[in-house]
């Protein structure tokens, strides 16, 4: 009944439709079209046609899988030996049937060939090559709990490994640490900002080197060594959709002898200043269910979470997988 072929360039109106054809979710671009497609997806560097999967039936596109790798460890090429199923969609009247695990099993195919050892279902870091701004939120959270993708990958033999915490603060009520201890770190720190940070590999480069983004530090003193440091970014065309437009937050990083001295509430708070009189109103922040540190920092700012992603591996006795996630 089905058929299965790589992509082809007359694919991407056919795909776009089908992907507007999803149940809604909070975490799912709509409407997409051909051009979102063409710059998130098919103009990256690494796109393999081969990795896109289209199922057809009568040649009409009724659904797609998408297979990819992530970077080497110098993170400066592809690294095939570990790779992921990005996204698989069908249109709804296949929901129910085997069309969506014979996709997973094309993916699966495709990757296994190009020779992968571990299997991962959901995009996220390091496997975060596509779908940035379309898919997820701030970052890339694996597979949405609400996509049905979390449903047929489990059908299909995997494993859940992690979990994705998703937590988002409305800057409408924000109101800055009034403490004596805040006022002194920001006599003792300097605040900084830095337009558009350049990427620090090649990786980062294709995955967000073409967002607006701005990073925000703190200096031990002025002219004084970096201590702290966020980037956001504008969480388009994805927030477009919420009606509020959204800054996500990356890297946050504290060095380690600074550390539990409030240096993180510090630098958020005057970050989130700063993003108000730019016209944010909403700040997305992920991150592992076992951060702990993390959920008690967003939980301080007034985060709340607000959807969660998991991720998946099919288990294998030739590797012990990759680090994910942050």
């Known amino acids: 009944m089905f058929q299965f072929r790589p992509f082809c360039n007359s694919d991407p109106p056919q795909l776009a439709s089908i992907w507007r054809g999803q149940p809604p979710q909070r975490g799912v671009l709509q409407p997409v079209s051909v051009p979102l497609l063409e710059q998130r997806v098919f103009s990256k560097p690494y796109f393999d046609r081969h990795g896109l999967i289209v199922g057809?039936?009568?040649?009409?596109?009724?659904?797609?899988?998408?297979?990819?790798?992530?970077?080497?460890?110098?993170?400066?090429?592809?690294?095939?030996?570990?790779?992921?199923?990005?996204?698989?969609?069908?249109?709804?009247?296949?929901?129910?049937?085997?069309?969506?695990?014979?996709?997973?099993?094309?993916?699966?195919?495709?990757?296994?060939?190009?020779?992968?050892?571990?299997?991962?279902?959901?995009?996220?870091?390091?496997?975060?090559?596509?779908?940035?701004?379309?898919?997820?939120?701030?970052?890339?959270?694996?597979?949405l709990s609400s996509d049905p993708l979390d449903h047929w990958v489990r059908t299909f033999g995997y494993q859940e490994i992690d979990r994705v915490i998703i937590f988002q603060r409305?800057?409408?009520?924000?109101?800055?640490?009034p403490s004596r201890k805040q006022r002194q770190l920001r006599r003792e720190f300097v605040f900084c900002k830095k337009w558009a940070p350049p990427s620090n590999n090649w990786w980062e480069a294709c995955t967000t080197g073409g967002q607006d983004r701005i990073e925000y530090a703190l200096l031990k003193g002025r002219g004084g060594p970096q201590v702290a440091s966020v980037r956001f970014w504008d969480v388009e065309p994805l927030a477009s959709g919420w009606g509020l437009r959204t800054a996500g937050v990356s890297d946050l990083y504290v060095e380690p002898e600074y550390r539990r001295r409030g240096l993180a509430i510090s630098l958020l708070t005057q970050a989130f200043k700063q993003l108000i009189l730019q016209g944010i109103t909403l700040i997305e922040s992920q991150t592992m269910h076992f951060?702990?540190?993390?959920?008690?920092?967003?939980?301080?700012?007034?985060?709340?979470?607000?959807?969660?992603?998991?991720?998946?591996?099919?288990?294998?006795?030739?590797?012990?997988?990759?680090?994910?996630?942050?």
């Open 291 to 326: 951060n702990h540190p993390a959920i008690s920092l967003y939980g301080e700012l007034g985060f709340k979470a607000v959807d969660c992603g998991y991720v998946f591996r099919k288990e294998s006795t030739t590797s012990n997988g990759t680090s994910l996630g942050s």
């Open 170 to 177: 409305n800057l409408a009520t924000f109101k800055p640490d």
């Open 56 to 143: 057809t039936v009568n040649e009409e596109p009724v659904g797609f899988v998408h297979a990819s790798f992530g970077p080497d460890d110098q993170q400066s090429g592809l690294c095939t030996e570990v790779g992921a199923t990005q996204l698989l969609m069908v249109r709804s009247e296949y929901a129910d049937s085997e069309l969506p695990l014979a996709l997973l099993a094309q993916g699966e195919q495709y990757l296994r060939k190009k020779g992968a050892k571990v299997l991962y279902a959901g995009g996220i870091y390091p496997l975060n090559g596509f779908y940035l701004g379309l898919y997820g939120g701030s970052e890339l959270p694996g597979v």
